[in-house]
């Protein structure tokens, strides 16, 4: 890997002013981080895409991982750059063949994740996990997990925006390097 790119300041404020705050969604005192917005930016989403391809290109990534569902719209655009494969990590039941399973716990209880156990064809695959927010970590971690669980080399973990205040990014360290485009 080369020197590691990152956005400046002013770039950074392009992007976050492309995406919309909804109040009190989807529960009262929530402030939620609407992407459809940026997604339906033209400018933004490509800004965004170049970033992402200028930052991993020099990574020697084998795939990309999207988790379920918003990781699947920057995943699949990235691995398409990128020239290299796209592996979706689903919640319980979507995927048609055998799969390795992660619990994780939420605010309100559990729920879990899976990948196929044949993902990853190329042997010590090296793979980014990428999703849209990181609040609380639990889906990403059971992510990073179910990639480490079949053999694959988790590279580094990507997500649009972290919301700090909440440092779900802390416990995935012990994975692998994470990036955050946006941090709120």
């Known amino acids: 890997m080369s020197e590691e ?9 392009y992007l ?11 529960k009262p005192g929530i402030v939620f981080k609407d992407i459809t917005t940026l997604l339906n930016n033209k400018d933004a989403y490509k800004f965004l895409i170049d970033h992402l391809e200028q930052r991993y290109k020099s990574y020697d990534l084998d795939y990309i991982a ?3 569902s918003r990781g699947f719209i920057f995943g699949a655009a990235l ?9 979706p990590i689903r919640k319980v039941g979507k995927l048609p063949a055998a799969t390795v ?6 605010e309100y ?4 994740i899976e990948i196929h156990l044949d993902a990853f064809p190329k042997k010590d695959a090296r793979v980014l996990v990428i999703d849209d927010l990181i609040a609380t970590g639990g889906t990403a971690n059971a992510a990073a997990k179910l990639v480490k669980d079949i053999n694959a080399n988790l590279v ?6 972290h919301l ?9 360290k012990e994975h692998a390097p994470v990036y955050s485009v946006l941090e709120i």
């Open 101 to 106: 399973c992660e619990k994780y716990e939420l």
């Open 79 to 87: 691995a398409d750059r990128l020239g290299i494969g796209f592996v």
């Open 109 to 112: 209880g559990f729920d879990q």
């Open 5 to 13: 790119i990152v956005l400046n300041d002013i770039d950074k404020k």
């Open 16 to 26: 976050l002013d492309s995406i919309r705050d909804v109040k009190d969604f989807p």
């Open 164 to 172: 700090t205040f909440l440092d779900g990014a802390e416990k995935l």
């Open 156 to 161: 580094e973990m990507c997500f649009l925006i």
């Open 66 to 68: 999207g988790i379920d």
